[in-house]
T-cell receptor
Framework: DADVTQTPRNRITKTGKRIMLECSQT?????MYWYRQDPGLGLRLIYY???????NKGEISDGYSVSRQAQAKFSLSLESAIPNQTALYFC????????????FGQGTRLTVV | GNSVTQMEGPVTLSEEAFLTINCTYT??????LFWYVQYPGEGLQLLLK???ADDKGSNKGFEATYRKETTSFHLEKGSVQVSDSAVYFC????????????WGLGTSLAVNP
């Protein structure tokens, strides 16, 4: 099984619908992140959590919300999806120590029509 | 603030050609530096890292040297293969940024037979 698992892998939804993307990890890491990837824009941080009680906005949090249900679970919600939220979404985990690397899920490709 | 700049792609090479992907950074002190690779349809995975000046990270024939004097961490490979076709991301981690990764925009590499 993958260390970081995202569900669903692909999703098509309509404008205005609420959608939740889920992420679970078996790494035992405290830190979890949600990114979106768009062509030519690299990875942009949406939200991050350093532990279960710590949630922080990233650089592009508008239109998104998150929930850290447990150390191993971090979900991303789009309350009312719009077409420019069409993107590839990644969840990642890491420790907070020096030299730490991030571990990524395989991504969720979301299309809003 | 901290930032990473990497060369724009796409880069197209023939098999067995020499590869260089440039990456420079802006940060105070001594950040940790990383190269990640994203193969088609997959999430990002760590390729190599270096945590102090003059360190050389290496993996799968790829190398990068942490150059404090030029604030660079260029990725090189002496002989690329078709299987190296992917998107490559340079990133840094810095204590002053709570060890969140700061990303370059990615460089797409296509290797032709």
């Amino acid at each position: 099984d993958a260390d970081v698992t995202q569900t669903p892998r692909n999703r098509i939804t309509k404008t205005g619908k609420r959608i939740m993307l889920e992420c679970s990890q078996t790494k035992g890491h405290d830190r979890m992140y949600w990114y979106r990837q768009d062509p030519g824009l690299g990875l942009r941080l949406i939200y991050y959590s350093f532990d279960v009680k710590d949630i922080n906005k990233g650089e592009i949090s508008d239109g998104y919300s998150v929930s850290r249900q447990a150390q191993a679970k971090f979900s991303l919600s789009l309350e009312s999806a719009i077409p420019n939220q069409t993107a590839l979404y990644f969840c990642a985990t890491s420790r907070g120590t020096a030299n730490t690397e991030a571990f990524f899920g395989q991504g969720t490709r979301l299309t809003v029509v | 603030g901290n930032s990473v700049t990497q060369m724009e792609g796409p880069v197209t090479l023939s098999e067995e050609a020499f590869l260089t992907i440039n990456c420079t950074y802006t940060a105070t002190g001594y950040p940790s530096l990383f190269w990640y690779v994203q193969y088609p349809g997959e999430g990002l995975q760590l390729l190599l890292k270096a945590t102090k000046a003059d360190d050389k990270g290496s993996n799968k024939g790829f190398e990068a040297t942490y150059r404090k004097e030029t604030t660079s961490f260029h990725l090189e490979k002496g002989s690329v293969q078709v299987s190296d076709s992917a998107v490559y991301f340079c990133a840094l981690s810095h204590a002053g940024n709570n060890r969140k990764l700061i990303w370059g925009l990615g460089t797409s590499l296509a290797v032709n037979p």
